[in-house]
């Protein structure tokens, strides 16, 4: 079993930063993906940032240059840096793990989530 536990939400006036982490306990080795996804009021889980089992990153667009995803593995933790962040940007945050072979920006594809963690920016 694995457990994904998100801390570093808050409030934060449009233009700031935040600092999410999510501390995973459990076998985590040999993981294909790690990542961190948001879901906004009536909206869709999206992915936000992903790095793989070599620490190659992805972003979704409309985060390029702003987030930054890293992760610890010797903490077992997975970190993620927003920096200017937007009203748009306001939603709770899910990291997840997955070993399995899928699409990478698929929720379907991640094995095990977080609770979440809220961000909300002001404009």
């Known amino acids: 079993q694995v457990q994904l536990v998100e801390s570093g939400g808050g409030s934060v006036q449009a233009g700031g930063s935040l600092r999410l982490s999510c501390a995973a306990s459990?076998?985590?080795?040999?993981?294909?993906?790690m990542g961190w996804f948001r879901q906004a009021p009536g909206k869709e889980r999206e992915g936000v940032a992903l790095?793989?089992?070599?620490?190659?990153?992805y972003y979704t667009d409309s985060v390029k240059g702003r987030f930054t995803i890293s992760k610890d593995n010797a903490k077992n933790t997975l970190y993620l840096q927003m920096n200017s962040l937007k009203a748009e940007d306001t939603a709770i945050y899910y990291c997840?793990?997955?070993?399995?072979?899928?699409?990478?920006?698929?929720?379907?594809?991640?094995?095990?989530w977080g609770q979440g963690t809220q961000v909300t920016v002001s404009s």
């Open positions: 790095i793989d089992s070599i620490s190659t990153t």
């Open positions: 997840a793990i997955t070993w399995r072979i899928g699409h990478m920006w698929s929720r379907d594809t991640y094995n095990y």
């Open positions: 459990g076998y985590t080795a040999r993981h294909r993906f």
